[in-house]
């Protein structure tokens, strides 16, 4: 299987093709990728070196034109070194633009902690007007960007070498998935999360929603999900930051008596190397660790 | 320019001077005199749109229009006294300068100042989004208009810009024009001139008397073929 990064270079410089709007602006993350597109499209794909907050800056510069950029790097270096310029050179100045980024929390263990990003959802947060997807399969992935590329909003697609074994319909407004009923409680799994959470809670009697957009946050889906069993029980499973979306989940279900778990990445520094599988494990987000933390609250 | 909150004015009663900018100044700080040499960036300002730009409040969302992007934002009264005198927006609007209900704050907003190309304030933003909207224009074929940006010699201190400096000048956008006004008010200097960081990354540049229109007329008129240019204008320095 393709990754979601090689999903998006080939998708992009395909739409490179079509849409006339579209340009992609790099900081020498993926330009080998982009080469034959760059050729082909010499001042639609834009590489200005290493060189982030000009990255941003200059991919804002061109939607205050007319056109539509694509800005891609690595997570940490696309929203927390730059983080300002997403603030101010995209929100403040009012243009939209679409941020794709690649190495999520830990793609690439052994790169260490200056190559990680838990916190990249959270910090966009703090933003008005983002959608923020999160695939879960690299045919997800194409989806969302063929989305986004259509649109004129803000939006950042955070890809990862974490994937789901089978990509599920995704997009058009269709807020979070069912993908599996019960009654003793509501998980909903966020992206690459899905499949251990599908073996975190195998025989359990609980529902599990499926999440690719995160923001908007899908209220009244979760509101249905809980409104069908006897209790407003909520487990969230994301691959960020734990917590990112627990004060979502509470706005949703205001009205109703409700407990929220939320399960992600924790905060403190773990200074690890090693392999993806290791950090799940270390954060809880292995299926084991992941049935553990979801009986006990749910007592299920 | 959407959402703005302030119209332009149709037909000017006379012609811009620039010896009315200082009563339209007064309006903002109630003050009753406010000669021009008290804003560093007033002459520059003046000459660029009296001469210069080819943008008027009638072309001020036309995609062929030049761009000016005020990048230093702060202390932006002779921008709006400016923009005032070339019909931008009527003159009674720079009464409510900073005000709950006015569109002029003390960093000017793109979405509510007719004729801002981009709100500023925070240092360091407008030479990379200078270099972007060069970069789109470019890739639609625009080739003809022109973009500046006016920044300060203090905000050159913002490593921001030094990114746009450096990729600006190898990828040779000539359509970009820095303007810097330098009244030596950065805390470090700028040992071996402005003009040389240009330079060095491949830039044409000149320096000139920030109060001398002549001059500065000529600086920002003269060819550039393949390269961007910088000029920058020197005023007395900060007191």
């Given at each position: 299987m393709d990754t979601m990064r090689d999903r998006f270079i080939a998708t992009t410089s395909q739409l490179l093709g079509e849409e006339p709007r579209l340009a992609v602006v790099l900081a020498d993350i993926s330009a080998d990728g982009f080469a034959p597109a760059r050729r082909a499209h010499p001042d639609r794909v834009i590489n200005v070196g290493i060189r982030e907050q000009l990255l941003i800056g200059a991919g804002a510069g061109m939607a205050l034109t007319g056109m539509r950029p694509i800005v891609h790097t690595f997570a940490s270096f696309l929203v927390e070194r730059p983080f300002e310029q997403v603030k101010l050179d995209f929100g403040h100045q009012g243009v939209g633009g679409i941020l794709v980024s690649a190495?999520?929390?830990?793609?690439?263990?052994?790169?260490?902690?200056?190559?990680?990003?838990?916190g990249d959802v959270a910090l966009l947060d703090t933003l008005d007007g983002w959608t923020v997807h999160v695939p879960g399969h690299p045919d997800e992935a194409e989806a969302l960007l063929r989305e986004a590329v259509d649109g004129d909003d803000r939006v950042y697609v955070r890809l990862s070498l974490q994937a789901n074994r089978e990509a599920r319909p995704v997009g058009g407004g269709t807020g979070f998935s069912v993908v599996r009923e019960g009654r003793g409680g509501s998980v909903v799994a966020v992206g690459p999360m899905l499949d251990n959470v599908l073996a975190a809670t195998e025989g359990l009697d609980v529902s599990v929603l499926y999440a690719t957009t995160v923001r908007p946050f899908d209220a009244a889906g979760l509101r249905r999900a809980v409104g069908a069993g006897p209790g407003a029980d909520v487990v969230l499973v994301e691959?960020?930051?734990?917590?990112?979306?627990t004060a979502r989940a509470n706005e949703a279900l205001v009205e109703l008596p409700h407990r929220v778990l939320g399960l992600g990445v924790g905060r403190a520094e773990l200074r690890r190397y090693g392999r993806m599988d290791e950090h799940l494990a270390a954060h809880g987000l292995d299926p084991q660790g992941l049935r553990e933390r979801i009986t006990g609250f749910l007592r299920a | 320019m959407t959402n703005t909150t302030a119209a332009p004015v149709r037909g000017l009663r006379h012609s811009p001077d620039f010896h009315d900018l200082g009563r339209l100044i007064s309006l903002m700080t109630g003050a009753e005199k406010h000669a021009p040499a008290a804003h560093s960036t007033m002459d520059a300002l003046w000459v660029l749109y009296d001469r210069v730009l080819r943008v008027t409040p009638a072309t001020a969302d036309d995609p062929g229009r030049d761009r000016f992007l005020l990048s230093k934002g702060h202390g932006p009264m002779a921008y709006y006294a400016v923009l005032a005198a070339h019909g931008f927006f009527g003159e009674d609007v720079l009464r409510g300068f900073g005000t709950y209900g006015s569109p002029l704050g003390h960093h000017p907003d793109r979405l509510l100042?007719?004729?801002?190309?981009i709100g500023s304030?925070?240092?360091?933003?407008g030479l990379p989004l200078a270099v972007g909207t060069v970069l789109g224009l470019r890739a639609q074929g625009l080739t003809d208009p022109r973009v500046w940006v006016l920044v300060g010699d203090a905000e050159l201190d913002e490593g921001s810009n030094h990114e746009a400096i450096a990729h600006a000048g190898p990828a040779g956008l000539e359509q970009l024009h820095t303007l810097v006004i330098d009244n030596a008010s950065a805390t470090h200097g700028w040992p071996g001139g402005i003009a040389s960081r240009f330079e060095a990354a491949g830039w044409s540049a000149v320096t000139v008397d920030g109060r001398d229109h002549e001059a500065l007329h000529t600086a920002f008129t003269a060819p550039h073929p393949g390269r961007p240019r910088a000029v920058v204008a020197r005023v007395e320095p900060k007191g």
């Open positions: 190495g999520g929390s830990y793609d690439w263990p052994a790169g260490g902690f200056t190559h990680m990003a838990p691959p960020y930051l734990a917590g990112t979306s | 100042v007719p004729g801002a190309e304030g925070s240092l360091g933003h």
